[in-house]
């Protein structure tokens, strides 16, 4: 009788299990193919293809980032729209490869199928992740990777002895992290003080072995970033710190206040966050509290505890930075999920009735992602609808040659048009608030005004491209240069004057 109640729980999980995979999924693959365009894709997505052509990042062009993004995306920018696609597809394959290690992995640690469920569905269906995830951009990949190192340095934990390929395996994927998005590096000292405290009293412990496996776990994906930070210190420094401080431009403390407040008033007032966040701090309490205490024992306390930490310190360190933007919250929002979880299972066991209220919440409170992102209800983003960014990546193409320059505000249609920029190796840069006095703009590969004028005046370029309005600084030698070709929507095409 036993085992067919097993077998049938065991098949009850598995139908959940595929369900909201495949939920996940469908969900997904109508952002991949149908959500509107990020501004930052264009950009991500420039970037790749230069490297694809042997540019090294921060050297040869400015990327305020950390450096593996572009080779990651490099194999897929040469190929237009097309090459966004399957970018996003990618992205999509690792949001459910970090949902279905979320599922085994508490399955393991909690040792329960009904909270596994609960956070298996909660990432796969949280409307910021995945609205951000399954951009060509730098959060899933960090996303991914920090998490897998989290689960490793948990898994390790339970082990009666310290396993170095174990320690090698988390400071790799936590390094893999870092070298995405440079923010994760203020969690290695507390992965580092975690695992030395824990593995120094377990047998076969070593001082030697075990800072051996964690600096070369450590070094082994950070091997281009240490190679681009020898050849051009600076550089490293400034495009991924300085750039950083300084792109706010000199604002008052009032005005960075207000950033703040605006942003994080938008992201609480959104429910995949409220909710998520109360349940976790419910949860703190729940831990500790008289009739739950013994639910969980030590060491999955500590999980519960390390996850809301997480969250918090995510969340805190965006805090820090100007100007702030509410995608940056979704990744603190996978270690409030993990954290939430025992308040989810507290409430699925008033009964059938409320875990399936809470599940349709859940969903319903997903829809108005894909309603400003695939729908665009409040026609915010009609410049980067799909259709509209192929239409004029197909006039660039009619109006041009393969080898024809391209200066465009946003060099997304340099990528899309497959055109290239006017000048490789500066291809942004005027969009940004700080003196030429304060930043040599040309040391770091940042265009001017002065240097777009300059690129106007000499016609150096085929054709111009720009979204909304013309650039009042550019507005002189764009009329002397070059006449409007075409336009389409509230994208406007110039092309250059005959001689």
């Known amino acids: 009788m036993h085992n067919m109640a097993d077998k049938n729980e065991n098949g009850g999980v598995f139908r959940y299990f595929i369900l909201f995979l495949g939920l996940s999924l469908v969900s997904g693959l109508a952002f991949v193919f149908f959500r509107v365009i990020d501004v930052d894709e264009g950009f991500y997505l420039s970037a790749a293809s230069l490297v694809a052509n042997g540019a090294s990042p921060y050297i040869d062009f400015f990327f305020p980032q950390m450096p593996i993004l572009p080779v990651l995306l490099a194999p897929f ?78 898994d390790s934990l339970g082990k009666p002895r310290v396993n170095y390929l174990m320690v090698f395996a988390i400071f790799f994927f936590l390094a893999a992290a870092v070298n995405v998005r440079l923010i994760a590096i203020a969690f290695v000292p507390l992965f580092f003080f975690i695992t030395f405290f824990v593995f120094r009293t377990r047998p076969g412990y070593s001082l030697l072995n075990f800072l051996a496996s964690v600096l070369t776990g450590l070094a082994a994906p950070s091997l281009y970033s240490i190679k681009l930070l020898v050849q051009s210190p ?18 008052g403390i009032g005005q960075i206040l207000l950033n703040k407040l605006e942003v994080l008033t938008m992201v609480l007032i959104q429910p995949h966050y409220l909710f998520v966040i109360a349940l976790a701090v419910w949860s703190q309490f729940l831990l500790y509290s008289f009739r739950r205490r013994r639910d969980y024992n030590s060491l999955q306390k500590i999980f519960f505890q ?11 360190i965006y805090m820090i930075f100007h100007p702030i933007n509410t995608r940056f919250f979704q990744q603190p929002l996978i270690y409030f999920i993990m954290a939430s979880l025992p308040a989810v299972i507290y409430l699925f066991e008033r009964g059938r009735k409320t875990a399936t209220i809470l599940v349709a919440v859940y969903l319903l409170t997903f829809l108005p992602y894909p309603a400003e992102f695939i729908f665009d209800i409040r026609n915010e983003h009609k410049t980067y609808h799909f259709d509209h960014v192929r239409q004029v990546s197909d006039l660039i193409r009619e109006y041009s040659q393969p080898a024809d320059t391209l200066l465009a505000e946003w060099v997304g249609y340099n990528v899309f048009s497959r055109r290239p920029q006017v000048n490789s190796e500066d291809f942004t840069g005027f969009q ?15 265009m001017t005004e002065d240097h777009v004028n ?36 509230q994208t406007y095409i110039f092309e250059r004057l005959s001689e």
């Not at 600076?234 to 000199?250: E, I, M, P, T, Y």
């Not at 930490?309 to 995510?314: E, H, I, K, Q």
């Not at 304060?438 to 770091?444: A, C, E």
């Not at 006449?483 to 929507?489: A, C, E, H, M, P």
Request: aromatic share 16%.
């Open 77 to 154: 920018s040469e190929t237009g729209l097309g090459g966004l696609w399957a970018a996003r597809g990618l992205a999509l394959l690792c949001h459910l490869l970090l949902a279905i290690i979320a599922y085994f992995f508490l399955k393991r640690q909690l040792e329960n199928f009904k909270l596994a469920l609960a956070g298996m569905f909660m990432v796969a269906m949280s409307g910021p992740l995945m609205a951000f995830n399954v951009l060509a951009v730098q959060y899933i990949f960090s996303n991914l990777f920090f998490f897998i190192a989290f689960v490793l340095l948990f």
């Open 234 to 251: 600076d550089k490293f420094v400034f495009n991924n710190f300085a750039f950083h401080l300084l792109r706010g431009g000199s604002v």
């Open 306 to 316: 390390l996850s809301f930490a997480l969250g918090v310190g995510y969340f805190l």
């Open 432 to 446: 940004y608030d700080f003196g030429n006095a304060l930043i040599p703009h040309g040391k770091y590969r940042l």
């Open 454 to 489: 300059a690129i106007l005046r000499e016609r150096t370029a085929r054709l111009v491209v720009v979204n909304n309005r013309v650039i009042p600084e550019w507005e002189e030698e764009l009329n002397d240069n070059y006449n409007l070709k075409d336009s389409l929507g």
